[in-house]
């Protein structure tokens, strides 16, 4: 209902909820930025925004497990609770809103409103003013459908489905790289575990020779320096012993933060020897190449980029071309009248309107011109980098290939390195104990195996994740033939 007279006891109202609504907002407005540049900004907001952002993050559990997890298990979970994927999947959805934000503009459109006022004047006439009121109710339509426009609404469909083929590869692609990020923390996990059983086995050794050392000194059989010697390879294998066990600290976190688990949760795996390391790979280079071209989520999505240019181009060449709308506006109205001292008059009846519109830009400075040749940079620009894309993805392949091919050559040099160090170490210990061989022979082979053992390790991780590098790459670890074979 709108009023155009009003009393001096409204306007009064009106003023009050003015002032009320002005004090409402000043604690709004009243956010100001840092006071100097030379003190860090704090504000009780900062706290609050800290605790509304406890109440954001969702906690995952591990489901309990009597056994260590194996890297299939812990993928599935970093599948089903890292954030990531979350974020990924709503961006999808919304785009696939988007697409029916476009396919809507093929439908008319209706809309509709309703009226009532009352209009209450004091008309001057003569020497006298004399009060009117005029009461109206009215209710309208308004449809309004654009019936061609030489494929500007078809131009925009056909980008936003290819913008949401786009996000749908990027989803993809959010699970390849966090398969890829668990499998690197996992396997750096048991490389730190592997080598904490070395450098342990390691400082066992140093531990044996040191004993030797001092029961020969006390037999008269060794000098004081041997022994100090082997104290020092002794205290020189506990301190690698607590750099190791810090790396295995971290690599915990990490793994824990790529399940979206709290850094400090402690997560039970695979001892390193229950876990098979292949030989060599089966396949070449090429054929991996072939593959990884065909299946990677990346490269699929510049693909999509390029649809979505073509049919930007396409809205820009429907620019030069008319649209016709048609528009229908029906009113159904009821409108009295009064003035003073005569009676009330009343009238009803259906108005409106209907309208065939005909747009066409004649002349815009050349501004469609300069959008087509724009479109049309993009589109050239979006195949450039469905080139760049797959040059760089052969790139990738190649090095993989040829790191996997390396860590299969180093496990093998690894396993032979570790063999004949530990028959030197042993062979050196005993000759040693027997009086033919010097302490430093001993420490020397002591160091030797204890660098094979952890080469031997390494060696062994290397082959594990240079095969996930190699399935990152390919994109296999997203195929689903795949998915059920993970080491």
């Not at 890829?180 to 575990?193: I, P, S």
């Not at 063999?419 to 022979?441: K, Q």
């Amino acid at each position: 209902m709108k009023l155009q007279y009003e009393s001096p006891y409204a306007k009064g109202k009106l003023c009050l909820l003015l002032v009320v609504m002005i004090l409402s907002v000043a604690p709004v407005c009243a956010q100001s930025p840092p006071a100097s540049p030379s003190r860090p900004w704090h504000s009780p907001e900062a706290r609050i925004l800290a605790e509304e952002g406890k109440r954001y993050r969702q906690i995952a559990l591990l489901p309990p497990s009597g056994n260590a997890y194996s890297l299939a298990e812990l993928i599935d979970f970093a599948e089903s609770h890292n954030p990531e994927t979350r974020v990924s999947w709503e961006s999808a959805i919304a785009q696939a809103e988007v697409v029916g934000i476009a396919r809507s503009e093929l439908f008319p459109v209706l809309s509709a409103a309703a009226l009532s006022s009352a209009q209450r004047d004091e008309v001057p006439f003569g020497t006298r003013f004399y009060r009117m009121t005029v009461p109206a109710f009215q209710a309208s339509l308004d449809l309004s459908y654009t019936i061609f426009d030489f494929g500007a609404r078809r131009g925009r469909i056909d980008a936003e489905r290819a913008r949401l083929l786009a996000a749908n590869f990027a989803f993809t692609d959010v699970h390849r790289n966090l398969i890829f990020q668990v499998q690197q923390a996992y396997y750096r996990l048991l490389n730190a575990l592997g080598q904490e059983a070395a450098a342990r086995a390691s400082l066992a050794n140093a531990a044996q020779v040191q004993q030797a050392a001092e029961a020969r000194l006390q037999n008269g059989l060794a000098t004081l320096p041997d022994v100090l010697e082997a104290r020092s390879a002794t205290a020189q294998a506990q301190y690698d012993l607590q750099a190791i066990l810090g790396v295995e600290q971290i690599t915990r976190g990490d793994l824990a933060t790529a399940l979206a688990l709290p850094a400090a949760t402690r997560i039970p795996v695979q001892p390193l020897d229950e876990i098979p390391t292949p030989e060599s790979i089966g396949e070449t280079v090429e054929r991996v190449m072939e593959r990884a071209l065909a299946q990677r989520p990346d490269l699929q999505a510049e693909a999509a980029n390029v649809r979505a240019a073509n049919a930007e181009r396409q809205q820009a060449r429907s620019a030069f071309y008319p649209d016709l709308k048609f528009q229908a506006e029906p009113t159904a109205a009821s409108l009295y009248f009064q003035q003073q001292n005569l009676p009330w008059g009343h009238t009803a009846g259906l108005t409106g309107q209907l309208a065939l519109t005909l747009n066409w830009t004649v002349f815009d400075g050349g501004a469609r011109r300069r959008r087509l040749a724009q479109a049309e940079a993009d589109v050239r620009g979006s195949v450039a980098r469905v080139g760049a894309v797959s040059d760089r993805i052969e790139d990738e392949v190649w090095t993989a290939y040829a790191n996997l091919t390396t860590a299969f050559r180093q496990h093998e040099a690894a396993t032979a390195l570790l063999t004949a160090a530990t028959e030197s170490y042993s062979s050196s210990l005993e000759s040693y104990n027997y009086g033919v061989r010097n302490l430093l022979d001993v420490t020397a082979a002591q160091k030797v195996l204890a660098g094979a053992r952890s080469a031997d390790v390494l060696a062994r991780t290397q082959v594990l994740t240079a095969l996930a590098d190699l399935a990152y790459r390919a994109g296999d670890s997203i195929q689903s033939n795949t998915r059920r074979s993970r080491p």
